[in-house]
């Protein structure tokens, strides 16, 4: 079964820190895995995708097969960074369903 | 061009009674998912149609079902409604696999009490 697990529901940090928002996962087969955010009155939007291997607004993420993991970064935080963040995760070749983990609200301070 | 589209915005039922979602996907797209999302309980994953065939499902009783039509615009509906049943619910729409860029509407809001 997929599952995906972000433990932080709530993250607050600094304008100007680092800041890394925590994904793991659970799937037999061969991954692919998003970042989806919600910013404040705004839709659910695609970040960013593994398979990209892209920089969007600063932040990356990697997967790591072995941890299972796929959490986002960025080195420093701004405060237009604040919103909801969601990892997903569907199955390569298409006829997966993409699960969501339960979302992390960051919050940047100034 | 328009965005995934859904319709009613907002909508209020009594329990036992039921609800129809709609959705229009963007123009291309074949595959329309929809989603609740529950107070705490993230997004929870419902239906996946493509080509008017359901392709997908969440461990959701059967009273929730749906169906695509040949334009793919869908439509959700819930039957026997419990007061559960109250969140928002996203439609979201991708070319042909949910490994495409997903796209998603802002929600038809259902409250029941």
């Known amino acids: 079964a997929q599952r995906v697990t972000q433990p932080e529901k709530l993250l607050s940090v600094f304008k100007g820190a680092p800041v890394e928002l925590k994904c793991n996962y659970s799937?037999?087969?061969?991954?692919?895995l998003f970042w989806y955010v919600q910013y404040s009155r705004q839709r659910l939007q695609l970040l960013l995708r593994?398979?990209s291997r892209e920089s969007i607004k600063g932040f990356t993420a990697d997967l790591n097969k072995g941890e299972t993991s796929f959490h986002l970064k960025k080195p420093f935080a701004q405060e237009e960074d604040s919103a909801m963040y969601y990892c997903?995760?569907?199955?390569?070749?298409?006829?997966?369903?993409?699960?969501f983990g339960k979302g992390t609200k960051l919050t940047v301070n100034p | 061009e328009a965005g995934v589209t859904q319709s009613p915005t907002h909508l209020i039922k009594t329990r036992g009674q039921q609800a129809t979602l709609r959705c229009s996907p963007i123009s291309g797209h074949t595959s329309v998912y929809w989603y609740q999302q529950a107070l705490g309980l993230g997004l929870q994953f419902l239906l996946w149609?493509?080509?008017?065939?359901?392709?997908n499902r969440g461990n959701f009783p059967p009273r929730f079902s749906g169906r695509q039509f040949p334009n793919y615009s869908s439509e959700l509906n819930v039957n026997a409604l419990e007061l559960e049943d109250s969140a928002l619910y996203l439609c979201?729409?991708?070319?042909?696999?949910?490994?495409?860029?997903?796209?998603f509407g802002e929600g038809s809001w259902l409250t029941v009490v």
């Open positions: 979201a729409s991708s070319l042909r696999y949910p490994g495409n860029t997903i796209y």
């Open positions: 997903a995760l569907t199955g390569q070749g298409g006829s997966e369903k993409l699960v």
């Open positions: 149609y493509d080509e008017g065939e359901e392709r």
């Open positions: 799937y037999s087969g061969s991954p692919e």
């Open positions: 593994h398979i």
